[in-house]
């Protein structure tokens, strides 16, 4: 499906929804959210108003063209009013992380030299109140929950406030708003995305509208999509990923968008919304997967032998889909194990999903398959902030799990004498604002160096191995890629979050934090006592259950690449904690260090000997 209509700038895609395609479509729905248990929509007439006034509001503020707006908020339509009200302007948003501390967002809001800041509740609200007066730029502050407002805060607005200086704004600049999206160019910044990193300071990503509307023009061009599309959308929108995927490329094709109400919300969001669309991370499939294997597991056996008939059945089919050759016979056990066991299984995510795509970090090859098996076909791509963001992806009628499929059309990947993945095209970022040096490292004659490790394989799909700064070298000079191994482990039910330690080490261990559920699960069926669920990791039972899950995964893995010792941890590894980024990467410099002595001890032994 190509664009609803050709256009070089978000704002010109703005201004053709709510001029065309809106006024031809008066009924549709742009977007919906839940308010008080019922899912309420939003026409293309309220969008624009809604937009507009808000637009000429920061206008009356002072926002002109090249000034950077920040936004701290969570996914709901305010978030698209406000971002396409600073495009609209000729104005730069600085999208950030709820999650982020004081520290981090003062750190941004003076490095992108921000005037304003939008929030969207009282907790963003304080934390930027908390580090003003040490943001020189910083001249009012937008708050979306009006009943979270603070009185006496200087220069504190409103949405509704802001919006009613535009109505006043608009009585003697009536045309200011459409006459500042006709000034867009493709070459004009857009927005500075900010890297969480996994070590140092935050590096703001600069993306022009020519470098985002490339890489949906590349999405629309290759993957089924319409306006008869609804996506479901709970990726934060600060990251490039959902941003690029289920926002701008959701509204080029004109399809709905409905915001979840949070991540806990998603399975019954899925069933009410029944989406056709949705981007998402492996992390929501390890948990629609892990749901119904424990729903398994807790059916009699003849249950659960009628389970794995039907998923074995799924999986022979697709396999034989492929290669174009379907027996009569195995079309009509296809149909039977449908009936009884697949469709149930789709039907929790709506019964109406087309595809998903995935991307973030690694899927592992057994969900990709046992997803292809139920009847959902999710998609891995790859790429970076910096690539706003695809560099590849699988396509809807050419996947292959394992991969990450082959280059998006407009894109040029290629691999490096040392392994590293190298890509040039129109969606590359401008560079890092204010950071000549880590520009300059990043971005060599045209290439960007993404600090990733691939090789593609004999048919061109593109397979990722590791990041360059994560290989392991053991003491006995193996090299050693911690991510793949991480994630086969992590396919475990009884294991929730698997660190590899070894670089310089003579083995491989392991900081393991278990899936509390599933081992309270096994506590109670053994009769094993506990007063809370972190007692368990001291139970000798548990350990020797997260051994015997190891011991199952290294029968596939090189003796190098076996898992000699572990520990297991009481608490989960949380952005709050500072050990993974709000992207949900590991930082493992930060973890090694707090878990030094932990580590040292599983070393210990062999030390002494």
């Given at each position: ?53 808000f637009?000429?509001g ?36 600085v ?42 730029t ?43 999206i ?119 056996e003849?249950?659960q032998?009628?389970?794995?008939w ?9 396999k ?6 379907i ?31 995935s ?30 963001p ?60 993404t ?50 330690i ?31 669920p ?63 002595n ?12």
């Amino acid at each position: 499906m190509a664009l609803l209509k050709e256009f070089k700038t978000i704002p010109e895609l703005y201004e053709f929804l709510t001029e065309e395609f809106g006024k031809n479509n008066p009924e549709r729905f742009v977007m919906k959210q839940k308010v008080e248990k019922e899912w309420v929509g939003i026409k293309y007439a309220e969008f624009k108003e809604q937009t507009e006034t808000f637009a000429l509001g920061l206008a009356s503020l002072g926002v002109k063209r090249g000034d950077n707006v920040s936004i701290i908020s969570e996914n709901r339509p305010e978030w698209v009013y406000c971002d396409m009200a600073i495009l609209g302007l000729g104005a730069v948003d600085v999208p950030l992380y709820p999650s982020l501390t004081s520290d981090n967002i003062e750190f941004i809001l003076n490095n992108s030299d921000s005037v304003g800041v939008i929030c969207s509740t009282k907790l963003q609200l304080n934390k930027v109140l908390k580090i003003r007066d040490k943001c020189k730029t910083l001249k009012f502050i937008v708050l979306l929950n009006e009943k979270d407002v603070i009185a006496g805060v200087p220069n504190l607005y409103t949405f509704k406030d802001v919006q009613e200086r535009g109505k006043e704004f608009a009585v003697k600049h009536k045309t200011h708003f459409r006459d500042s999206i006709r000034l867009a160019k493709e070459n004009d910044l857009c927005t500075i995305i900010y890297t969480s990193g996994t070590t140092g300071e935050p590096k703001g990503v600069m993306l022009t509208h020519k470098n985002i509307v490339s890489n949906m023009r590349d999405a629309l061009l290759l993957y089924p999509m319409d306006s008869k599309d609804i996506f479901l959308s709970f990726l934060p929108l600060c990251h490039i990923f959902e941003r690029m995927g289920g926002y701008y490329t959701a509204f080029a094709c004109g399809g709905e968008i409905c915001y979840a109400q949070s991540i806990e919300t998603v399975a019954s969001d899925l069933a009410e919304i029944k989406p056709t669309i949705m981007t998402a991370v492996p992390r929501l499939f390890e948990r629609i997967y892990s749901k119904v294997i424990k729903n398994v597991e807790s059916q009699s056996e003849k249950k659960q032998k009628i389970f794995n008939w039907a998923l074995n059945v799924g999986m022979e089919y697709c396999k034989a889909r492929k290669n174009n050759n379907i027996p009569v016979r195995l079309t009509i056990k296809h149909k039977i194990a449908d009936a009884v066991v697949l469709k149930k299984i789709r039907m929790r995510t709506g019964g109406n999903l087309k595809f998903l795509i995935s991307g973030g970090a690694a899927l592992a090859r057994e969900l990709g398959e046992f997803f292809e098996a139920v009847g959902i076909i999710v998609l891995e791509g790859y790429g970076l902030t910096e690539s706003s963001p695809v560099l590849s992806a699988n396509r809807f009628d050419n996947y292959k799990f394992g991969t990450v499929g082959k280059p998006f059309p407009s894109v040029e990947v290629k691999i490096a004498s040392d392994g590293e993945i190298l890509a040039r095209g129109p969606n590359i970022m401008q560079g890092y604002y204010k950071n000549k040096k880590e520009t300059d490292e990043t971005l060599k004659d045209g290439w960007l160096h993404t600090g990733d490790i691939g090789v593609f394989d004999a048919e061109g799909f593109l397979v990722i191995t590791d990041r360059k700064k994560n290989l392991f070298k053991t003491s006995a000079g193996k090299y050693i890629a911690p991510t793949p191994l991480e994630n086969m482990f992590l396919a475990s039910k009884y294991i929730d979050q698997f660190v590899l330690i070894g670089d310089k080490r003579m083995f491989l261990s392991a900081l393991i934090v278990p899936d509390f559920e599933a081992i309270k699960e096994y506590a109670d069926s053994h009769n094993i006592k506990y007063d809370n669920p972190e007692e368990l990791v001291d139970v000798k039972e548990v350990y020797d259950l997260i051994e015997k899950e190891l011991h199952r995964f290294h029968k596939s893995l090189a003796n190098y690449e076996k898992v000699r010792k572990f520990a297991l941890l009481t608490k989960p590894f949380s952005i709050e904690g500072g050990e993974i980024t709000p992207s949900l990467k590991l930082k493992r410099k930060v973890i090694e260090e707090r878990y030094r002595n932990l580590i040292e001890e599983m070393y210990s032994e062999i030390n002494k000997g």
